[in-house]
């Protein structure tokens, strides 16, 4: 099994930034891909980023050009930075993992507990 645990929530004004972390044990390799999900209240989860063991990215368009994500594959860490926020990026951000980033952008293997990122207008 694969533990992923996300840290980084907080509350922060538009225009700010925040960034999160998310921690793999367990029955990880530096070979799987990572990615970031969110989910707003009354919407459905929705794909953010997700990153290749090589470092190749992918973006929703409503975060390309102020989110950025990236690893350290020695620590099994993903991060995502998030810049000029805006109150509809308010959700819970999910960090999810699997064997390749196709997997990950279309159906995870693995998903932390989720932390709350909150945008005040």
């Known amino acids: 099994q694969v533990q992923l645990v996300e840290s980084g929530r907080g509350l922060v004004q538009a225009g700010g930034s925040l960034r999160l972390s998310c921690a793999a044990s367990?029955?990880?390799?530096?070979?799987?891909?990572m990615g970031w999900f969110r989910q707003a209240p009354g919407k459905e989860r929705e794909f953010v980023a997700a990153i290749s063991w090589g470092g190749i990215t992918d973006y929703a368009d409503s975060v390309k050009g102020r989110f950025t994500i990236s690893r350290d594959n020695a620590k099994n860490t993903v991060y995502l930075q998030m810049l000029s926020l805006k109150p509809e990026d308010t959700a819970v951000y999910y960090c999810?993992?699997?064997?390749?980033?196709?997997?990950?952008?279309?159906?995870?293997?693995?998903w932390g507990q989720g932390t709350q990122v909150t945008v005040s207008s």
């Open positions: 999810a993992a699997g064997r390749s980033r196709t997997v990950v952008i279309s159906q995870p293997e693995y």
């Open positions: 367990g029955r990880i390799f530096s070979t799987d891909a």
